[in-house]
């Protein structure tokens, strides 16, 4: 490989580095690799290559190496230490030794300007798709916002800036339709690191989704002085979310509300509708549950912690607004709180 030549791999290299990020000694290690490869398919030789590549001539040596053995079964491998001798004048082989020279295998030029393209392409395309899936994996489980790029019957693909990511149909509100072009707000359930790139999937339905709308619409949450302690949701229809503050002077549900309903009409906004209540949490079961019941008002709870299970009596004009339109309001206090509800009027109780 001559001087021109030599120049021009460093040069590809330094550019490459510059423009794609990737350090010019991973491309060279790469090639070196592809090298030893090709080397050793010319010299018949399974091990005892080395190629080493200078990172700033980049003038090339390929060393072949022999080890030294009593009896010699391949002779592109071994030598006997009589051979050593002539071969490796002043040094003291053994036998088990590994000595090595620098060869020139035929056409050199012509494979290392092959073997070096192939290479080069190659850990491009492995770096290029490694920097996607470490920028794409440190963005799971949280909120991302994606354009909807194509829409088929049970999926949506969506571009997230240098990838797409797929919100497949169990992921998909039920009801919720899409038009191309569209800003959409996805949580990012996994990041799939495969051979044809990061495979991304999302979420629309995940609790977690409307958790992670909240802390970038508020900033106490954000900032840690209100915590969310617990999200039942049924997406598209209804969430119960608790919260708590750790500022006695911030109203947690206020925080979360915002002024004129701001902030929670964001995140409804962004769900289409949603409902969304918003409940005082309280490490007191009893009072979690009352509160977890909302609108309806509890005038009785019993709570068997061993057994997580909670007795409720509301008033009896009450007891369809606790039980919620086909149980929803009683299923999301039940998932939000962790205790078995039992809601019962008044009247049924008396009776």
């Not at 490459?16 to 030893?36: F, M």
């Not at 092959?114 to 994996?137: G, H």
């Not at 909807?148 to 800036?161: D, F, M, P, S, Y």
């Amino acid at each position: 490989m001559d001087k021109e030549n030599k120049n021009m791999l460093i040069e590809a290299l330094n550019t490459i580095e510059k423009e794609k990020d990737i350090p010019k000694e991973v491309l060279l290690e790469a090639i070196e690799t592809a090298l030893v490869a090709a080397v050793k398919n010319e010299f018949k030789k399974t091990d005892n290559v080395q190629v080493k590549i200078d990172p700033e001539s980049g003038d090339i040596k390929v060393l072949s190496g022999y080890e030294v053995v009593e009896e010699v079964e391949d002779e592109a491998m071994q030598i006997t230490p009589a051979e050593a001798a002539v071969r490796f004048p002043g040094k003291k082989l053994e036998i088990g030794d590994v000595a090595y020279t620098e060869v020139i295998p035929r056409d050199f030029g012509r494979i290392v300007a092959s073997k070096a393209k192939q290479a080069i392409v190659q850990k491009i395309r492995e770096e290029e798709r490694k920097q996607l899936y470490d920028k794409y994996a440190g963005k799971e489980h949280e909120v991302v916002t994606g354009v909807v790029q194509r829409i088929t019957e049970k999926t949506v693909t969506l571009n997230l800036g240098k990838m797409d990511a797929l919100l497949i149909e169990s992921e998909q509100i039920r009801g919720e339709t899409f038009r191309l072009n569209e800003r959409v707000k996805v949580y990012v359930l996994e990041v799939k690191d495969t051979p044809k790139g990061p495979k991304i999937t999302v979420s629309r339905t995940h609790p977690d989704l409307v958790k992670r709308l909240f802390e970038n619409e508020v900033s106490e949450v954000a900032d840690g002085i209100v915590e969310i302690k617990s999200i039942s949701r049924e997406a598209g229809q209804r969430t119960k979310m608790a919260v708590y503050s750790y500022n006695p002077n911030v109203d947690p549900v206020g925080a979360c509300v915002g002024v004129n309903s701001s902030r929670v009409n964001a995140v409804v906004d962004e769900l289409r509708g949603e409902k969304i209540d918003i409940i005082n949490w309280s490490p007191d079961p009893e009072v979690l549950i009352k509160n977890a019941l909302s609108p309806a008002k509890a005038v009785y709870v019993d709570v068997n912690e061993d057994e997580h299970f909670a007795r409720v009596i509301v008033p009896d004009h009450q007891l369809c607004l606790a039980i919620g339109t086909g149980g929803q309001n009683a299923r999301l206090a039940a998932r939000l709180t962790g205790y078995k509800i039992d809601i019962k009027g008044e009247s049924q109780v008396e009776g």
